[in-house]
């Protein structure tokens, strides 16, 4: 597992120097894991195909919408309530005026003016 | 922001300590031994030795130029390495491989145990017996 995770971050790094970098320390890992005693060289072998198996089955559009769904749920817990179309959770909540006041005026701003989520963090490009 | 990252490091370190999460896969890894008490370690060893590749002979050469001192600490780097990885470039695929990888070792952890450093009694030795797995032996 440790051969393999180290793989998959030579695999998914897109700098060409750190990709180089990563490569040389997930054939570091592979003697590491081999001398340490936890696994035997079979292992380090099988771990290879099993990398890029993993690797592929990500990348296929269900598994990453499926994802997607599941991450975005996270970000925004009310959202499978919302999806269900039974009630509205902001109508049940109940604001002080300045609050509200100062919520109106988040929502009326234009998208790009929005406050950063968390969903910003992640790298769209990969 | 300085203070969160520098409390995720010690969240980080105080769980390696504790080991919660080999705490809670126990009770499988002991079905796992209860179900199949053989282990396949004398099978993998032997195919090592016929694919020429001797784990033992690596680490007794290791051991024996003092470089095994260098070897821990590359075994116990990777969390570094994906924390860099993930800073690198915040990867979606990275995160969904890292973790379906994970995911889907753990049958193959729980049904092929293996690991010379559990069964063989004096590694590095290679005159080294198997030890009989017992139903709680860890299992790698």
Not at chain 1, 38 to 52: G, N, Q, T
Not at chain 1, 87 to 113: C, H
Not at chain 2, 41 to 68: E, K, P, S, T
Request: charged residues 15%.
């Amino acid at each position: 597992m440790y051969f393999t995770w180290a793989l998959l971050l030579a695999l998914n790094v897109h700098d060409r120097r750190w990709r180089w970098a990563f490569i040389i320390y997930a054939v570091l890992m592979a003697f590491a894991t081999v001398a340490c005693g936890e696994h035997y060289f079979i292992d380090v072998i099988v771990a290879i195909p099993f990398s890029f198996a993993g690797r592929t089955i990500t990348q296929s559009r269900t598994f990453a919408s499926a994802y997607a769904y599941t991450a975005k749920a996270e970000i925004d817990p009310i959202m499978p309530y919302r999806r269900m179309g039974a009630f509205r959770i902001q109508a049940l909540t109940i604001e002080p005026p300045s609050r509200r006041k100062e919520t109106d005026e988040i929502r009326r701003l234009p998208e790009l003016e929005q406050p950063a989520r968390f969903d910003s963090y992640i790298n769209p490009r990969y | 922001m300085l203070a969160y990252a520098l409390a995720g490091f010690a969240v980080i370190m105080l769980a390696s300590c504790l080991r919660i999460f080999l705490f809670s896969l126990v009770p499988i890894a002991a079905a796992t031994g209860w179900l199949r008490p053989a282990t396949i370690d004398g099978h993998l060893r032997m195919l090592d030795l016929v694919l020429g590749f001797d784990g033992f002979a690596l680490r007794l050469w290791l051991v024996r130029i003092g470089g095994y001192q260098g070897v821990p600490p590359i075994y116990g780097s990777l969390i570094f390495a994906m924390a860099k990885a993930w800073a690198l470039e915040r990867s979606r695929i990275l995160l969904r491989s890292a973790l379906s990888g994970a995911l889907l070792a753990i049958p193959l952890y729980l049904f092929v145990p293996a690991g010379p450093e559990y069964a063989f009694s004096n590694l590095p030795e290679t005159s080294g017996a198997l030890v009989p797995a017992s139903w709680i032996q860890p299992r790698n």
